[in-house]
């Protein structure tokens, strides 16, 4: 059976060449870089030329890049260690209602703790307006954190506008560029951002290793303590081997970005253009242009996400969606219903991502069997009349 990946916004395969940098860390090379010795001294090398090239890919100084254990991490040092360092200039920090919950769940905590939360909306495409974050800010205001393109409907914020009227008012602004790094260019003094967010599993490198740019100046509370690593911002003995891994997938991108982003864009469109030629009622969701190169997004009416997740599983084709049936949580996802979507066409969303390995073979199997699928399930669902 063919088995296809189309999944690339949850997490990427670890490309061979990062995984040949990484090896050596293991057993041939595997000092503490905070030791003395020899082998300390070679392991701190490899974390300095490695954050020297993590901070050159995004125009920003080695002493500005932290690694940590990936953009989770990353996202909750951002929010909480500003919120504490910042609590008493003012408690009330702004983000978007589309946020990753790395983001909107450390929101919430310091919203139990007494801080003012205000979650701007997003129009039918998911864009938050810079207008709004205007009129969102107060005397109190201390933060502001919204992503970079959402990771269900691909949708890139306009974060050089929102950031330059944060900049306006002195207050720090924070991005989650998780899914953006390695598919488009990101330069953190163009962005005007304080802080951003980065996840080496996401752009070909491998899991548990990310990093968090902090802007020289800033003031950010740190949470993990035992050690003077990272400058005392975040105790921990180095990852070297994933830190390796990081900058190698880094610089990979770097060399790739040109070439991919074309041939992903042109898989991309071809894909908003045939899937609702080949299915009927369908709606794609997120910014026709202002998206992910990588990303598809449709909601499929009258069926349910996860039976078709499952039924393409079946065929070996890995795909996404917002509906979560099965899971924990009966809700579908809050970005689809932020766009406007009701209940049940939120809960039939298909999220397609592409990547490095993806081959337009790939998504010629995909056009064949997806009406096919569709068909079935919906000879099954009650709702559906065709022709709707
Ligand atoms: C994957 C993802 C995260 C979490 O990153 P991890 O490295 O998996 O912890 C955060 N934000 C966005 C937008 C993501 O896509």
């Not at 946020?99 to 703790?113: D, M």
């Not at 003094?189 to 980065?198: A, G, H, I, M, Y």
């Not at 809960?347 to 081959?359: A, F, N, Q």
Request: with cysteine; net charge neutral; proline share 4%.
């Amino acid at each position: 059976m063919e088995k296809i990946y189309l999944d690339y916004a949850a997490t990427t395969p670890t490309d061979p060449q990062v995984i040949a940098a990484m090896e050596p860390y293991f057993f041939e090379k595997f000092g503490n870089a905070s030791s003395l010795h020899a082998y300390g001294q070679e392991a701190k090398k490899a974390l300095e030329d490695s954050r020297q090239a993590v901070a050159e890919s995004i125009n920003a100084k080695p002493e500005e890049i932290v690694f940590t254990s990936g953009g989770t991490e990353s996202d909750n040092s951002a929010l909480l260690g500003v919120a504490y360092a910042l609590e008493k200039k003012g408690r009330h920090i702004i983000t978007s209602s589309i946020e990753h919950h790395a983001v909107s769940e450390p929101a919430k905590l310091l919203e139990k703790r007494g801080f003012r939360i205000t979650y701007l909306p997003v129009d039918k495409y998911g864009m938050v307006s810079p207008e709004d974050l205007k009129q969102a800010i107060s005397n109190e205001t201390i933060f502001i954190s919204i992503m970079h393109a959402n990771n269900e409907i691909g949708t890139i914020q306009p974060i050089a506008e929102l950031a330059k009227i944060a900049k306006e008012k002195g207050i720090y602004f924070h991005t989650d560029a998780v899914q953006t790094f390695g598919h488009i260019p990101i330069n953190v003094n163009e962005l005007n951002v304080d802080l951003l967010s980065l996840s080496a599993h996401k752009f070909y490198g491998p899991k548990g290793v990310g990093a968090l740019y902090i802007r020289k100046g800033t003031r950010v509370e740190t949470f993990l303590l035992g050690g003077d690593q990272e400058r005392g911002r975040r105790a921990s003995t180095h990852n070297i081997s994933g830190i390796v891994g990081c900058s190698r997938a880094v610089q990979l991108c770097l060399e790739n970005m040109e070439n991919e982003t074309k041939l992903q864009t042109a898989l991309r469109d071809r894909l908003i253009k045939e899937i609702p030629a080949k299915v009927d009622a369908v709606r794609l969701n997120g910014h026709p242009t202002k998206r992910l190169p990588n990303n598809v997004n449709f909601s499929i009416k009258y069926i349910e996400g996860e039976s078709m997740l499952l039924s393409l599983d079946m065929l070996g084709i890995a795909v996404s969606t917002g509906s979560a049936c099965t899971s924990t949580s009966l809700e579908p996802s809050h970005v689809l219903l932020a766009i406007g979507l009701d209940h049940e066409t939120a809960h039939g969303s298909l999220r397609i991502t592409m990547g490095r390995w993806t081959r337009e073979s790939d998504i010629d199997y995909l056009m064949e069997k997806l009406p096919m699928v569709v068909k079935k399930l919906r000879a099954m669902s009650p709702l559906y009349e065709p022709g709707k």
